[in-house]
Nanobody, 123 residues
Framework: VQLQASGGGLVQPGGSLRLSCAAS????????MAWFRQAPGKEREFVSA????????YYGNSVKGRFTISRDNAKNTVYLQMNSLKPDDTAVYYC?????????????????WGQGTLVTVSS
């Protein structure tokens, strides 16, 4: 599956951004989708994930209550709405897809990755 992430940019602390990730090449509704992020000098970390139907969502502790993941299976797209952004949220954000049939936040369980989109939170 091919993934194309977009929507990153520069935003002030407290602001909002919405990331999008468009998928192609595989039936989207069979994919468990997630967002990860990687800040300079740090490991890539789990941000959020969503089940095939969109009913179940999962969040990393650092973004819980501020970020919302959603998906539109008719548009083959997953979204990440990011509110109350902080400088610590600055990172390259990657969307990822897993087709192994489990709920997971482990990087190694995701076989397809987008190219990343940069989010910079700064005044």
């Amino acid at each position: 599956v091919q993934l194309q992430a977009s929507g990153g940019g520069l935003v002030q602390p407290g602001g909002s951004l919405r990331l999008s990730c468009a998928a192609s090449g595989q039936t989207f509704s069979t994919l468990f989708m997630a967002w990860f992020r990687q800040a300079p000098g740090k490991e890539r970390e789990f941000v959020s994930a969503i089940s095939y139907s969109g009913v179940s969502t999962y969040y990393g502790n650092s973004v819980k209550g501020r970020f919302t993941i959603s998906r539109d299976n008719a548009k083959n797209t997953v979204y990440l709405q990011m509110n109350s952004l902080k400088p610590d949220d600055t990172a390259v954000y990657y969307c990822a897809a897993s087709d192994i049939g489990i709920v997971t936040s482990r990087r190694e369980d995701f076989g397809s990755w987008g190219q990343g989109t940069l989010v910079t939170v700064s005044s």
